[in-house]
């Protein structure tokens, strides 16, 4: 997993201090140049400008290095450093895209109502639940949300795991109804 | 009951797009072409076989890595087709066990069967049963009977007797040992003999015939305690040749009865 990585290569320079001048972590800039090239990627995919994307990323980096300094952070510190701040930078991400559908839905501009438009607020709700999901639950049932997309069944996701196919979905089904929960989903 | 099973296909079908739209999303959202912090393809192969000991920081990668996703996809689709196949022959397996032992088992029974009378009145013979308290041996005497079959044989001409045969008396009340004499000239053979009432055989045994001082007899061991008293019908029958003679299942008399006791 890790390797060594030349963020000058090509790579996105995050600016060393945050909006209020606040200087930020040495190792959270550090994973914020590694991560950003596939940050940025991953906004445009969104439909987001890149530059609005690396302000997303400075954001996310500034947080990230206010919450490494926090005592709650020295008892539980973070495993992997990259992965946190990608999923810190992807909150933001969806948070942009839920605002700008709201402006865009009050400004009643999308074309959805004509004839072959396709209502892109379904597409954007999934994007934002299975990123929540992905954030909330543990390794294992982010597996068996991977090993549901390949299709196997519960019985099958239970055998995998060592319990019943009832309990696999159960759990399966909690974890998705929690991060509904949290996105205000019903 | 309706609403239900259409509020669970409901929730099926949106489990369905999610999924599909997931595996859309994630193969495609998250661009890694330098693959950058991405983990080796044998990590990734052996969290897809070995769920359970899956590292966390490969779970955490995968979720933003499509490149990495699209392999362990891969790798779980190999996996689940392995499962399958096992399961399958593993499947099988069973399934042919249980065949096979179904097979052995029922020629088992045919073979016991087969060898038993056709039609088994129980009439097993005293001596293997279990005793009764207060059961005495005089129970597992056999009663000798003889009857005597020699003038049943059919007479030539078409004129047949219309004299009614008296019908021979057989206990009921103890096993007997029915010893039956074949007409003269009878081969020594096995015959099969019945007892019938009307068109019902509520009594059958087979036998293997000897010749005892010039005379062709038939033993055989029977108990008739379970049958009502009354007039049957004994059919001794072998090679297409059937004898018949009517027979009088009578209870014991009351002197023998107080012998037993």
Not at chain 2, 86 to 93: H, Y
Not at chain 2, 125 to 138: H, I, R, S
Not at chain 2, 181 to 190: H, T
Request: proline content about 6%.
């Amino acid at each position: 997993m890790a390797e060594k990585v030349h963020p000058n290569e090509g790579g996105v320079r995050v600016n060393p201090v945050d909006r209020r001048g606040r200087p930020i972590h040495p190792a959270v800039l550090n994973a914020a140049e590694e991560i950003g090239r596939r940050a940025l990627r991953h906004a445009e995919r969104q439909r987001i400008d890149p530059a609005v994307a690396a302000t997303l990323l400075e954001e996310a980096a500034a947080t990230v290095s206010r919450a490494m300094s926090a005592p709650a952070m020295s008892r539980n510190p973070i495993r992997d450093l990259r992965s946190y701040l990608f999923r810190a930078f992807l909150r933001r991400v969806n948070k942009r895209l839920k605002r700008e559908l709201s402006v865009a839905e009050s400004l009643q501009i999308r074309g959805r109502d004509t004839p072959d438009a396709v209502d892109p607020r379904l597409s954007i709700d999934n994007k934002i639940l299975i990123d929540e999901f992905l954030m909330q639950c543990d390794p294992a049932t982010r597996d068996m949300l991977w090993r549901r997309i390949v299709g196997f069944s519960w019985r099958e996701i239970g055998w995998s795991y060592g319990i019943s196919s009832h309990a696999a979905e159960s759990r399966f089904n909690q974890a998705f109804q929690k991060a509904r929960r949290r996105l205000g989903l019903r | 009951m309706v609403r239900r099973r259409i509020t669970e296909r409901e929730a099926s079908r949106k489990e369905e797009e999610l999924l599909v739209f997931a595996r859309c999303y994630l193969s495609d959202a998250f661009p890694n072409p330098e693959r950058t912090g991405c983990p080796p393809d044998d990590a990734l192969g052996l969290m897809a076989i070995r769920a359970v000991d899956s590292d966390a920081s490969l779970s955490e990668h995968l979720m933003c890595c499509s490149p990495c996703f699209n392999t362990y996809v891969g790798h779980l689709a190999e996996a689940r087709a392995k499962v399958r196949t096992t399961a399958w022959i593993k499947r099988s397996a069973v399934a042919f066990g249980i065949a096979a032992v179904l097979a052995i088992a029922g020629y088992l029974f045919l073979a016991t069967h087969r060898s038993a009378p056709i039609i088994a009145p129980r009439n097993q013979a005293p001596t293997v049963a279990p005793e009764k308290p207060g059961q005495t041996q005089a129970a597992a005497i056999y009663v000798p009977v003889l009857i005597d079959l020699s003038s049943a044989s059919p007479t030539r001409g078409s004129k047949q007797s219309t004299a009614r045969a008296v019908p021979q008396i057989i206990p009921s009340g103890s096993p007997v040992a029915l010893s039956l004499r074949l007409p003269l000239g009878s081969e020594e053979r096995l015959y099969l003999i019945t007892l019938a009432s009307g068109r019902r055989i509520v009594w059958s045994a087979s036998s293997q015939a000897r010749r005892e001082n010039g005379d062709t007899l038939l033993q055989v061991h029977a108990d008739f305690k379970d049958l009502s008293t009354g007039s049957y019908q004994l059919q001794v029958s072998s090679g297409g040749r059937r004898l018949s003679v009517p027979v009088l299942i009578k209870g014991a008399p009351p002197n023998s009865t107080e012998q037993q006791r």
